[in-house]
């Protein structure tokens, strides 16, 4: 059974860095083929799609946020990072990470983990 | 404003069929394949549909998917008021990202 978990602040001031965690079992980030995205969601709005992480370390981020993302993986933790720089108002959104469902970028994504809502404000 | 294009709402009576369709271009949809999602209220969202047209185990036969050229189109049957949800494609982009619809909310009247 596959399960992904985010952690990280639940509030962040503007200009601070976010770090979120996702924490996973069920699968290997070092099999072939398998890779981890993340997806955010602002209240009562649509689903955003961020950045991806592959099993061989290739990266995939989202061009209007690439500046500001980096995402990293640590296989002997099953641990997936996305680092988000210059936090701002607008980056208040649940985050979440999913497990991408087959070995194409478009396989979609399932999984996902319970979300974590991030809210930034001074 | 979303890449791929959802009609906001649509509802349909319990026991009825509906379908909600995900319009994208030849940059996405039509050369990728298409995902859909379930979102109930407060819950994170759930695969519904993979690869245009595949459930994943637990996913009952009354949804179903199907892509022709630059759309797709979500079928639900057999509306039960537990299907009450937001919906929302997902594909690929020729841009290597990935993209999704706006979202439908499904009322079952």
């Known amino acids: 059974q596959i399960t992904l978990k985010e952690s990280g602040p639940t509030l962040v001031k503007p200009t601070q860095t976010l770090t979120l965690t996702c924490t996973f079992s069920?699968?290997?980030?070092?099999?072939?083929?398998?890779?981890v995205g993340w997806i955010r969601q602002p209240p009562g709005k649509a689903l955003e799609w961020l950045a991806l992480?592959?099993?061989?370390?290739?990266?995939r981020y989202s061009p209007s946020l690439k500046s500001r993302l980096t995402i990293t993986k640590d296989t002997s933790k099953n641990q997936v990072v996305l680092t988000m720089t210059n936090m701002d108002p607008v980056d208040t959104a649940t985050y979440y990470c999913?497990?991408?469902?087959?070995?194409?970028?478009?396989?979609?994504?399932?999984?996902w983990g319970q979300g974590t809502l991030v809210t930034v404000s001074s | 404003q979303s890449v791929l294009t959802q009609p906001p709402s649509v509802s349909a009576a319990p026991g009825q069929k509906v379908t909600i369709s995900c319009s994208g271009s030849?940059?996405?949809?039509?050369?990728?394949?298409v995902s859909w999602y379930q979102q109930l209220p407060g819950t994170a969202p759930k695969l519904l549909i993979y690869?245009?047209?595949k459930r994943p185990s637990g996913i009952p036969d009354r949804f179903s998917g199907s892509k022709s050229g630059t759309s797709a189109t979500l079928g639900i049957t057999g509306l039960q008021t537990g299907d009450e949800a937001d919906y929302y494609c997902?594909?690929?982009?020729?841009?290597?990202?990935?993209?999704f619809g706006g979202g439908t909310k499904l009322t079952v009247l």
């Open positions: 999913a497990h991408r469902r087959g070995y194409y970028d478009s396989s979609g994504y399932g999984p």
């Open positions: 690869e245009n047209n």
């Open positions: 997902g594909t690929w982009d020729s841009s290597l990202r990935g993209v």
């Open positions: 992480i592959y099993w061989d370390d290739d990266k």
């Open positions: 030849s940059s996405n949809i039509g050369n990728n394949y």
């Open positions: 069920g699968f290997s980030l070092s099999t072939s083929g398998v890779g």
